[in-house]
């Protein structure tokens, strides 16, 4: 496991779900990152977890409406993509279905999708309904920012999102209050 608590220039609000993404993405082929600022948070972890994936072929696309990625941070892969743009519009959407297409032979549908880009409920229920049609069942939703250490309550993100879940035929349920929270939205079977 990489030591993320080692890296100088770590978000102190992501460091504690880090281990979690990357042990999860060990297990992946296709993930997509909503919300990659610097590269050295989730994009590091999900990263480092797809590399140890046995998955053949892979693929994870990040999706930031600036690229604002490090140094040396930039991922050298050839199956990880950046797609700059607004996360939840139809031509950042196109442009992941190309890839999407390029990469795997028949369907594949997302693996893991974890949205960490602008915390308005609107632009998230946006992200979700804008990439819905290309996740199946067994995809995983993952949330940051979900928890407000202030009022030790969740997030209106999160209420939004729990509204979505419920009325779409969703489990949702938040994994750690840690660190602005992160959440996990499944479909219910
Ligand atoms: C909290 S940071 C992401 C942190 C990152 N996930 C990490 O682990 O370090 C939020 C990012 O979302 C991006 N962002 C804000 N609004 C966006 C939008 N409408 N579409 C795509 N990205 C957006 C910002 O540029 C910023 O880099």
Do not use: C
Not at 11 to 23: A, F, G, M, N, V
Not at 53 to 61: E, G, Q, R, V, Y
Not at 68 to 77: A, H, M, T
């Amino acid at each position: 496991m990489y030591n993320y608590a080692g890296d100088i220039g770590i978000r102190r609000d992501i460091l504690p779900h880090l281990e979690y993404l990357e042990t999860l993405g060990s297990t992946k082929a296709f993930i997509i990152e909503l919300g990659v600022q610097y590269g050295n948070g989730s994009t590091l972890a999900l990263m480092n977890g797809l590399r140890a994936s046995a998955a053949d072929p892979k693929l994870m696309i990040s999706v930031d409406i600036d690229d604002q990625i490090s140094e040396g941070r930039r991922p050298v892969e050839e199956y990880w993509h950046l797609i700059l743009g607004n996360s939840a519009t139809g031509r950042v959407i196109n442009d992941a279905d190309t890839l999407v297409d390029a990469t795997f032979p028949g369907i594949k549908k997302i693996d893991v999708v974890f949205i960490d880009s602008f915390h308005k409920p609107y632009h998230v229920i946006d992200e979700i309904n804008a990439w819905f049609p290309m996740a199946d069942a067994n995809t995983i939703w993952l949330f940051h920012d979900v928890w407000s250490d202030t009022s030790g309550e969740e997030t209106d993100v999160s209420l939004a999102v729990r509204d979505w879940a419920t009325t779409h035929g969703y489990n949702y349920d938040i994994l750690s209050q840690e660190a602005q929270g992160l959440s996990i939205m499944t479909k219910l079977v």
